[in-house]
């Protein structure tokens, strides 16, 4: 028995409990089901695991939320199939997040640990895990990639509902411990025709005509999230991909180091409560390229500095299916990066002589690093001089003099306290 989730468990080594699960099970595979999905399987005994199995007389996979292949290529020994976690964590990083795509490799270099790797299930979301856009900025480019490799590598792709009506989870990619109810939400609508649907569609279409994967290695050139897949034998059929609209905001800003840009609005994939990051493409420029708003439908937007700080003035206005260059100012940012590891467990704030800094009260630092404090206050006018002082929690003062500065710097320190 075990306590998961705050729930007691059921103790398979009961024979009566036992035996009610299987048979209660068993009812659902003789109505048609070809497979079960167990829950939770590392809190299972594993030979009540082949138990099951054997008695259910289909496939079973298992649930071991675990990225480590030696733990859960064991469980092979006892279910048909199990999720593919391990290949789940990099596989995710690298489409949504232009990790190193070596970690797929090194998941991959150890499929010998399994019985059987192509019964792995595999997945790049689920009821647990946020919803591949929310992690992914709302790219769609990204989701297309992600989806040719998950149904063109070894494995049995599993494809979370939603995903193929491009679903964001509400933008939302939070996962403590797991992910919440926005990414399990009822769906109001469903297209065939949608633009992921129809990518789907002739993934499925091609690797099964063509017999599924050859496992021939090839050099390709491809674009940036571009995916090709390549299959023996003469085209299964012609295909052109449905045009994409394109709607990229430039904005032109230089933030300064240790500062980004993020950009709300008021139709998705954009919110007003927090920012879509743009990606730095140039010292002094940010761009954020997404295709969710229709060809010539008008959004509003705002570019703000670390989600933090709007730009002056009124709102932008966009259109879908077109490139909006905007050149925002934004108020006077002073940047004080403050080099003191104060411990786990324990914050850094600044008091000042100028508002909006007081000596009465601290303003709250961000940690980027073991070592590293970044404090950003807005609205001092630039040239204005400042005094201030660094403190841990608000309560110990850095040790010696007040710092000095100016509005509009950016400068480093190391205090002792």
């Given amino acids: 028995m075990c306590d998961l989730g705050g729930l007691d468990d059921l103790d398979q080594s009961n024979p009566t409990v036992s035996q009610f699960l299987i048979d209660t099970y068993k009812d659902w595979v003789d109505v048609g089901f070809d497979g079960i999905r167990v829950d939770a399987a590392k809190h299972i005994a594993k030979p009540w695991l082949a138990t099951f199995e054997q008695a259910m007389g289909v496939p079973t996979f298992g649930e071991a939320f675990v990225g480590d292949v ?41 499929d010998s640990k399994y019985d059987n790797a192509n019964r792995l299930e595999t997945f790049l979301d689920n009821h647990d895990r946020a919803r591949f856009l929310a992690r ?43 992910a919440n109810k926005d990414n399990r939400k009822d769906m109001t609508s ?58 990229k905001i ?57 989600d ?32 003191k590891d104060v411990g786990y467990g324990n914050s850094l704030t600044l008091r000042g002589s100028v508002a909006p800094l007081s000596w009465t009260t601290g303003q709250a630092c961000a940690n980027k690093g073991a070592a590293l404090w970044i404090c950003t206050v807005a ?7 400042v005094q201030y002082k660094p403190l841990i929690n608000d309560t110990t003062w850095s040790q010696g003099s007040n710092y000095t500065t100016t509005g509009g710097s950016t400068v480093d320190i190391t205090p002792t306290f």
């Fill in 70 to 110: 030696d733990f859960v290529s064991d469980y092979q020994n006892y279910e048909w199939g199990m999720l593919d976690f391990p290949l789940f964590f990099p596989a995710r990083e690298a489409f949504a997040a232009d990790a190193d795509m070596n970690a797929i490799g090194a998941i991959f270099a150890q």
């Fill in 308 to 339: 933090t700080y709007h730009s002056t003035g009124s709102n932008y206005t966009g259109v879908g299916g077109t490139t909006i260059d905007v050149y925002p100012t934004f108020p006077t940012l002073t940047t004080i990066r403050v080099h």
């Fill in 250 to 306: 430039r904005v032109h800003y230089n933030t300064g180091v240790d500062h980004n840009i993020a950009i709300r609005g008021d139709s998705s994939p954009f919110r007003g409560d927090r920012g879509r990051s743009a990606r730095n493409v140039a010292s002094d420029v940010w761009e954020y390229e997404f295709e969710r708003i229709p060809s010539g439908q008008s959004f509003q937007f705002k570019p703000l500095i670390d």
């Fill in 190 to 247: 469903f297209s065939e025709t949608s633009t992921i649907y129809t990518h789907i569609k002739r993934l499925t279409t091609v690797t099964v005509a063509s017999g599924g994967i050859t496992g021939k290695q090839i050099t390709v050139s491809l674009g940036e999230h571009e995916a090709k897949v390549y299959a023996p034998g003469t085209p299964v059929s012609t295909y052109t991909p449905p045009a994409r609209t394109i709607t």
């Fill in 379 to 385: 609205g001092i006018s630039s040239g204005t001089s």
């Fill in 136 to 178: 992914a900025g709302d790219n769609f480019q990204r989701l297309r990639s992600a989806m040719t490799f998950l149904l063109t590598a070894r494995g049995i792709p599993v494809i979370y509902y939603g995903t193929e009506q491009a679903d964001d989870g509400n933008f939302n990619p939070w996962e403590d411990p797991i």
